[in-house]
């Protein structure tokens, strides 16, 4: 929408002076349940046919998911069934990522995009945004607080109020903080799963 107050800058630029239509195109969400829509790889990927087909497996590849695409019979033109579901949650997520990197976004909005992933695939996750968006301004919303940790600032919310707002190591070396406690929280729970 139209800022009716206020100002917002992200990556130098005053979002109110360019239209909506340039600010949306630039924008990419990734829910925690990864949207692919009926039709083929190809049409996932770039539903407006906009780019070269070594764009799209130049994405795939830089999402770690060229291989799984190149495995399909059809390859970019295998068929998606309803949500995705012939895909992994990981492989979902992944692919969703490919397409938003082709859209070159720069900002990327990750809402809770790997609670619903094993570990293994985080992990995959994780490095596939520090390698491919790290150029982008992103917005994370996160419970799994390993996944924020090299993040440029945190903002920990309670109730929707402002609690903090710093950088993870200024968070964490404040024993008092409450990101700080929740960190050693998630740690002491790791390690008692662990030991059990």
Not at 56 to 73: D, E, N, P, Q
Request: aromatic fraction near 6%; charged fraction near 20%.
């Amino acid at each position: 929408m139209e800022l009716d107050g206020g100002s917002i800058t992200i990556g130098g630029i005053d979002i109110s002076t360019i239209g909506l239509e340039d600010l949306r195109s630039k924008l990419s969400i990734i829910p925690q349940d990864p949207v692919l829509f009926i039709g083929t790889v190809r049409y996932n990927l770039d539903p407006f046919n906009m780019y070269k087909e070594e764009d799209l497996w130049s994405a795939l590849r830089k999402c770690h998911v060229k291989h799984t695409i190149r495995a399909l019979a059809g390859q970019l033109d295998a068929p998606i069934v309803e949500n995705g579901e012939n895909f992994s949650v990981g492989e979902r997520q992944l692919i969703c990522m490919a397409r938003a990197l082709l859209r070159q976004s720069k900002i990327l909005v990750l809402d809770e995009a790997t609670a619903a992933i094993d570990t293994e695939t985080d992990s995959l996750v994780q490095e596939t945004i520090k390698e491919v968006f790290s150029d982008c301004t992103m917005l994370t919303i996160a419970h799994r607080l390993n996944t924020i940790t090299n993040y440029d600032r945190i903002l920990v919310l309670d109730q929707g109020q402002v609690i903090e707002f710093d950088t993870p190591s200024a968070l964490l070396a404040n024993e008092s903080s409450v990101f700080s406690q929740i960190v050693a929280v998630q740690d002491s729970q790791k390690h008692a799963a662990v030991m059990t």
